[in-house]
């Protein structure tokens, strides 16, 4: 008899188990877009940790069943020349929340309080200002009635190895291997001072930091969408009874044969 894997001493998910939990929270968090919208709220989630963590798919069992015009995901791409030269958190300000809307911010402006800061691409003084500057920003953002939830997925130095050296190996995986990812095996520790220097300054009353294991990436993705569902109360919307009306002949036609001779797509499967 083979042995059960285990991860951090917990027996690894089953695919049944996993999939008919996941179903349960997704359902959850369809009748949430439903009150977010009733009550016009406005939600940032902002997802942030080490490379490999799971954050794409963390936020993929978040967003696959609700709608993207209430649950909208931004990812930004590299600064270019012009954002550079503006105010550093002007670029985010565009994608904030209006009424009735959850955002949440695939990395965000923390990148200047982890890889920038690490990898050598803003000045110190720049790292040391936004460091200082970042709670009050926050706090403005949370007194102006926008909710803020901060997850951090912190992912251990050997899963992560096993992650990498799995898209190494996996053409499916390869893309997900980014200029930044192999230089941040090789600086672990300046990341982990990065993450203590940024949750001293900005786990705030306010805007607290929540800390998700995501060594299994499985329960990693039900603790984070049960967690999210506790961090904003919700009530069930009544919504009418929809009934489907009957087809009208009128006009009836064949719609099949006034399709002849058109190009189809090959039905190879």
């Given at each position: 008899?083979?042995?059960?894997?285990?991860?951090?001493?917990?027996?690894?998910?089953t695919?049944?188990?996993?999939?008919?939990?996941?179903?349960?929270?997704?359902a959850?968090?369809?009748?949430?877009?439903?009150?977010v919208?009733?009550?016009?709220?406005?939600v940032?989630?902002?997802f942030?940790?080490r490379?490999?963590?799971?954050?794409g798919?963390?936020?993929?069992?978040?967003t696959?069943?609700?709608?993207?015009?209430?649950?909208?995901?931004?990812?930004?791409?590299?600064p270019?020349?012009?954002?550079?030269?503006?105010?550093?958190?002007q670029r985010?300000?565009?994608?904030f929340?209006?009424?009735?809307?959850?955002?949440?911010?695939?990395?965000s402006?923390?990148?200047?309080?982890?890889?920038?800061?690490?990898?050598?691409?803003c000045?110190?003084e720049q790292?040391?200002?936004?460091?200082k500057?970042?709670?009050?920003?926050?706090?403005?953002?949370?007194?102006?009635?926008?909710?803020l939830?901060?997850?951090?997925?912190?992912?251990?130095?050997?899963?992560?190895?096993r992650?990498?050296?799995?898209?190494?190996e996996?053409?499916?995986?390869?893309w997900?291997?980014?200029?930044?990812?192999?230089?941040?095996?090789?600086k672990?520790?300046?990341?982990?001072?990065?993450?203590?220097?940024?949750?001293?300054?900005?786990d705030?009353?306010?805007?607290?930091?929540?800390?998700?294991?995501?060594?299994?990436?499985?329960?990693?993705?039900?603790?984070?969408?049960?967690?999210?569902?506790?961090?904003?109360?919700?009530?069930?919307?009544?919504?009418?009874?929809?009934?489907?009306?009957?087809?009208?002949?009128?006009?009836?036609y064949d719609d099949?044969?006034?399709?002849?001779?058109?190009?189809?797509?090959?039905?190879k499967?």
């Open positions: 008899m083979s042995k059960k894997t285990k991860i951090n001493g917990a027996e690894k998910l695919t049944k188990k996993y999939t008919k939990e996941l179903r349960k929270l997704q959850e968090l369809c009748k949430l877009q439903e009150w919208r009733h009550k016009g709220l406005r940032i989630i902002v942030e940790g490379d490999a963590a799971g954050k798919g963390t936020i993929k069992a978040l696959e069943r609700v709608s993207p015009r209430v649950f909208r995901v931004v990812a930004l791409p590299a270019s020349d012009r954002e550079k030269s503006q105010m550093y958190m985010y300000i565009p994608y929340p209006a009424a009735g809307e959850i955002v949440i911010f695939d990395r402006w923390y990148n200047r309080l982890g890889v920038e800061r690490v990898m050598g691409f000045t110190t790292y040391e200002g936004f460091l500057v970042c709670p009050e920003l926050e706090r403005y953002i949370v007194d102006g009635g926008i909710q939830i901060k997850i951090w997925l912190e992912v251990s130095d050997k899963e992560q190895k992650r990498f050296e799995a898209r190494l996996d053409p499916l995986r390869q997900k291997l980014s200029p930044m990812d192999l230089p941040s095996r090789s672990w520790f300046e990341y982990s001072k990065a993450r203590d220097a940024m949750l001293k300054a900005t705030t009353k306010r805007a607290p930091w929540h800390i998700l294991r995501s060594d299994d990436k499985k329960r990693a993705r039900l603790n984070c969408i049960r967690h999210i569902l506790s961090l904003i109360p919700s009530k069930e919307v009544p919504r009418e009874k929809v009934k489907l009306p009957k087809r009208s002949m009128k006009g009836a099949e044969a006034s399709l002849k001779g058109r190009k189809f797509v090959p039905a499967y």
